[in-house]
């Protein structure tokens, strides 16, 4: 404690020492936000003596227990961790060895094991042997307890895992281990850490730091084909009868997390055999042997497809989508479509895994025949994946012949059946590229060597035509990067080097010349580009961006449970009443006015957007086209925030926010109509003129696009700030049964671009 900085100093006095004055500042939570790694090593001790001290101070407990809440990743030397434990001794508790099995990770000095097995004996003694992340923990410590302990912690378990074979195979294979492999385990937790508890070691990506050789051992390694194996033959021997078929039963609760598991640790180090045994585990586990829609065991169901959406292979996310389409149970059905969402964006956090794509039997012109009788089934995966039909000389038929199917309903059933194939495979690449702007951890993007993307990508067989319709930059000297459409420059001079970096084009990282060029030239071309790419919306940093917040959403009045249904999809998260967008290396947040939780629901205003300070361009310019999103698709109304007459809280307006509520009610396109035909009343004389022009959500004016659920104004694709004259009168609108501020905003606004273009 001697060598303790001012502020944990003022930390571990205020544990120790008496009261603090009444009259004094205080500063104990400021000082705790303070504390460096190594110093709430060194103060963590403390803090677990007062608070299994009933009799210590109130302010003592009360400054303890804030140092629990400090999201500090705790770092301890060996000394500290022998007191860290002996603390933890003097009165445990069930969960303290979760602490004490992740204090070992977090120490980087050699353990002294003989100080450490006192102490260790009596935490693992008053562990729980009902939850399963405290077994974990509790297995770690034994480790270091001695052998007596841990066989009486295993006899304990073996009697409460009775019914779970998948656990206690597991349980014979963990006790060939060390303390520290076990504690890895342990940290894979399911859920959420609690409170009091530190932040996982696991990064963004799922993957263990460097430092840790004991990520994936032989035995586990073997474990896990074992688990899943069997899973997979147990399943196959319910729907083939052998085993009475029983809903939510085929695996117990314990051998669920066993198999939670072993996908995870074979998905994240992509074992060669993981692919084919989700293949057939997935589906079995998603769709009854029976007619029913319950499942064999939906608990087994959705860990095994959240292993896939954290370490997403393109054989395990066809798996999962394979589960998807077989699923008769409503409730997991939308789940699955979240997590399968969420899985393809992901994959752009492995593209070297992206890229290993099957060729499904097509050739090199991306065609592929299939015999079928005297007629012959003729699939294309260039630009939209098709599936037609020929005669034996060649002649072209409008439909799939009677014959054919009669005669050969397997083939025809295969034919249909990698056509699906092929349009899952684009589809899954095509999510992953671009989820590769948000997802990727380099600096650059997403990136590949020319070599490898020219083979895996550019030529493949099923996916090159989609990948040679998007923009391409690539460095053919550090720092020199030029942009390329390789379905019209199939001759752009001489290959680059083939270690070459390739990444995809964004618009954020162009400048205004480049964007309008290439939108020029897609438009010149007619090409249809596989996802939005030239006319991309995006988002440049502004220049008063200092603190890397922004408030271009506030103001929006948004439906609530349609912005975390939304959110959820896209990977958003509850955190501390805000959303949060948790990626490689940052988190986002965004701001609702309203208290957030799982099912909440009403009317809220959008609040800021909180970013870090100089963030790459393309990463921010995507998380606020993500916020955009949730704002276009939820949002009703925009209120004012400079109207000094509102109040600041619109929920006191009783009446607007009933009618508001009744019209939210009605289905989406009449609400978004009842704007529309107010515009289209509006502007009647304009819209016979053809100088005003609706789609399904812009007002189109002079080459701009008024965003009819947001106000937002933009002209290619790119943001346009239209500052309104503070003179302009409100012109009379048609009668609303709610003050519609948005409505009123995108008539002036409308009205401003008239004005300029005259």
Not at 530 to 551: C, S, V
């Amino acid at each position: 404690m001697n060598e303790l900085s001012p502020h944990a100093a003022q930390v571990h006095a205020a544990m120790v020492g008496p009261a603090p004055d009444l009259d004094g500042s205080g500063g104990v939570w400021a000082a705790c936000t303070r504390l460096t790694p190594v110093e709430l090593g060194t103060l963590l001790p403390t803090v677990y003596r007062i608070l299994g001290d009933e009799g210590a101070p109130g302010h003592a407990r009360r400054a303890a227990r804030e140092v629990t809440w400090v999201k500090t990743q705790p770092s301890f030397t060996a000394a500290a961790l022998t007191d860290f434990y002996a603390a933890l001794a003097e009165s445990p508790k069930p969960t303290h060895v979760c602490l004490a099995a992740g204090a070992l990770l977090r120490c980087a000095d050699p353990w002294d094991q003989p100080a450490l097995a006192a102490p260790a004996t009596a935490l693992v003694a008053a562990a729980s042997v009902t939850d399963d992340h405290i077994v974990g923990a509790a297995l770690a410590v034994a480790a270091l307890a001695g052998p007596t302990a841990e066989a009486e912690l295993v006899t304990r378990l073996r009697a409460a895992y009775e019914n779970s074979p998948l656990r206690l195979a597991e349980l014979e294979v963990i006790r060939t281990t060390g303390a520290r492999e076990r504690a890895w385990l342990a940290e894979d937790r399911r859920y959420a850490t609690p409170s009091g508890t530190w932040p996982p070691l696991t990064d963004q990506a799922g993957e263990h730091p460097r430092h840790t050789p004991h990520t994936f051992s032989p035995p586990f390694a073997e474990l896990a084909r074992r688990t899943l194996h069997s899973a997979a033959d147990h399943l196959a021997a319910i729907h083939a009868g052998q085993v009475p078929y029983a809903a939510d039963k085929a695996f117990t609760p314990a051998d669920t997390e066993t198999l939670r598991r072993a996908a995870r640790l074979a998905l994240r180090h992509d074992e060669p055999w993981a692919g084919d045994v989700l293949t057939t585990l997935l589906p079995q586990l998603s769709v009854a042997p029976t007619a029913a829609r319950t499942l064999p065991s939906q608990g087994a169901c959705i860990v095994l497809a959240q292993a896939v959406e954290a370490y997403p292979t393109p054989e395990s996310v066809a798996a999962l989508r394979e589960a998807r389409r077989v699923v008769r149970h409503a409730g997991v059905t939308k789940k699955l479509d979240r997590i399968l969402h969420r899985a393809e964006r992901n994959l752009g956090r492995r593209p070297e895994i992206l890229v290993r794509l099957p060729g499904l039997g097509y050739g090199p012109d991306g065609t592929r025949r299939i015999r079928c009788g005297a007629y012959t089934a003729v699939l294309t995966a260039a630009d939209e994946p098709t599936l037609a039909w020929e005669r034996a000389d060649g002649r072209p038929l409008r439909s799939l012949p009677s014959a054919a199917r009669r005669d050969h309903p397997e083939t025809v059933t295969a034919a249909r059946d990698v056509l699906r194939k092929t349009r899952a495979q684009i589809r899954t690449l095509l999510r992953g590229l671009e989820g590769g702007f948000l997802e990727a951890s380099h600096l650059n993007g997403t990136v590949y060597r020319f070599d490898r993307w020219r083979e895996a990508l550019a030529t493949h067989p099923v996916v090159g035509a989609a990948v040679r319709r998007l923009i391409w930059e690539i460095e053919y000297a550090p720092g020199d990067w030029r942009a390329t459409l390789p379905e019209a420059d199939r001759s752009h001079g001489p290959d680059p080097a083939p270690s070459a970096a390739v990444r995809l084009w964004h618009p954020a990282r162009a400048t205004e010349a480049e964007r309008h060029r290439w939108r020029d030239r897609i438009t010149d071309l007619r090409l249809r580009q596989p996802f939005r790419q030239a006319y991309r919306e995006h988002y440049l940093p502004e220049e008063a961006d200092e603190t890397g917040t922004t408030a271009m959403f506030h103001g929006h009045l948004v439906r609530i449970e349609s912005v975390l249904g939304l959110a959820a999809r896209h990977g958003w998260s509850i955190e501390d009443d805000c959303l949060a967008l948790s990626l490689p290396g940052v988190t986002a947040y965004f701001g609702v006015a309203a208290k957030l939780y799982p099912g909440a629901t009403g009317w809220a205003e959008a609040q800021d957007v909180h970013l870090v300070r100089g963030l790459d361009p393309v990463k921010r310019s995507e998380i606020l086209r993500s916020v955009d999103l949730l704002i276009s698709a939820s949002s009703y109304a925009w209120r004012d925030t400079t109207d000094p007459t509102h109040s600041p809280s619109p929920a006191h307006d009783r009446d607007s926010w009933r009618e508001l509520n009744r019209l939210y009610e009605l289905p989406l396109r009449q609400t978004a109509r009842l704007r529309r035909e107010a515009l289209q009343r509006i502007f009647a004389g304009h819209i016979s003129s053809g100088r005003v022009e609706f789609g399904p959500r812009h007002l189109r004016l002079n080459g701009h696009d008024i965003h009819l659920a947001t106000g937002r104004v933009t002209r290619d694709g790119d943001p346009v700030d239209i500052v309104l004259p503070e003179s302009r009168g409100a012109r009379p609108l048609p009668f609303l049964p709610y003050d519609e501020k948005l409505l009123e905003r995108i008539v002036h606004m409308a009205e401003e671009l008239m004005a300029r273009q005259t």
